[in-house]
């Protein structure tokens, strides 16, 4: 038997009776909704994902979900063992809607997108993205899906905490979403009077010989136009994975000057041609000049 005191009532919510016991029992479930969850998502990460063959995204979005779920249930258990009911509460939701109403509309707007991201997953985690921000786009890994944001591993390897919103109402570039290959191009520029073939052959030899670059697909090579101060050609190389690119790019630049320089092809520099036109005027003017 417990004693009195956690019998008595210790407030009232809407004219029901708030126990000591009610709380620490309604704590106590809140507690075991946690524990249960915890567990629950390490079986799934440990066992059911490899069992199954499910892949870091959707096991991730599951184990959220699940998550969530429990703890849901685990609410709404714990305030009917406090002795408080869904009717009884109704005007503390109708304060909190006044309160979602006038200042938490951006931490409800960012929930339910957390739930969008989950369900229709157009990201995951480790996939590579790009979020479109008015101070500049933010690149990155999708590291972990928060109830709030999402937190995204840049190239600095800064974490960046991007509201669940941005990625519903912005445009995002999902780099990895089905297929991780990405196609990189590189534009060069050789001088007039060079052999195109041979701009093309030593290219293509530059690419095969990078260790970056995929076999399958293979790269090819585009002569794309008569520039106005050199022949413009364009590389284009399939890359395994997004975040590989800007250092695929940079080797291959250093790749291609050198190969250009052992084989006499010259990168040539912008440059104008200008004519003057002598007109009667100038001529009578430079004559009267040298007498």
């Known amino acids: 038997m417990l004693p009195p005191e956690f ?21 106590a479930i809140l507690f075991g909704s946690f524990v249960l969850s915890w567990l629950l998502q390490r079986v799934l990460s440990a066992r059911l994902s490899k069992m199954i063959g499910l892949n870091e995204g959707v096991s991730y979005a599951l184990r959220r979900i699940i998550h969530y779920t429990i703890l849901v249930f685990g609410f709404i258990f714990a305030t009917q063992t406090i002795g408080l009911n869904l009717a009884s509460l109704a005007f503390v939701m109708g304060f909190l809607s006044v309160g979602i109403g006038f200042g938490l509309q951006n931490i409800t707007s960012n929930f339910v997108s957390g739930l969008i991201l989950l369900l229709e997953r157009p990201i995951s985690v480790g996939e590579f993205v790009t979020v479109e921000e008015a101070d500049g786009p933010v690149m990155g890994v999708v590291e972990k899906i928060n109830m709030r944001s999402t937190l995204v591993k840049t190239f600095d390897n800064v974490a960046v905490m991007v509201p669940n919103s941005k990625f519903i109402e912005n445009q995002v570039t999902n780099w990895s979403h089905g297929d991780p290959k990405v ?55 399939w890359l395994k994975q997004p975040d590989i690119r800007l250092k695929a ?39 009267s000049s040298g007498n």
């Open 249 to 287: 790019r940079s080797e291959l630049n250093f790749a291609i000057d050198k190969a250009f320089r052992e084989n006499d092809i010259t990168i040539p520099f912008p440059q104008r041609d200008l004519h003057v036109k002598m007109t009667p005027a100038i001529e009578l003017l430079g004559k």
């Open 7 to 27: 019998s008595k009532p210790i407030f009232y919510i809407s004219k029901t009776p708030v126990t000591l016991a009610g709380l620490i029992a309604g704590l």
């Open 183 to 237: 196609r990189l191009q590189v534009p060069i520029g050789v001088a007039y009077g060079s052999d195109v073939e041979k701009v093309k052959q030593v290219l293509l030899e530059v690419a095969d010989k990078h260790p970056l670059v995929l076999k399958d697909p293979a790269p090819y090579v585009f002569f794309l136009e008569f520039g106005d101060s050199s022949l413009n050609f364009k590389l284009y190389a």
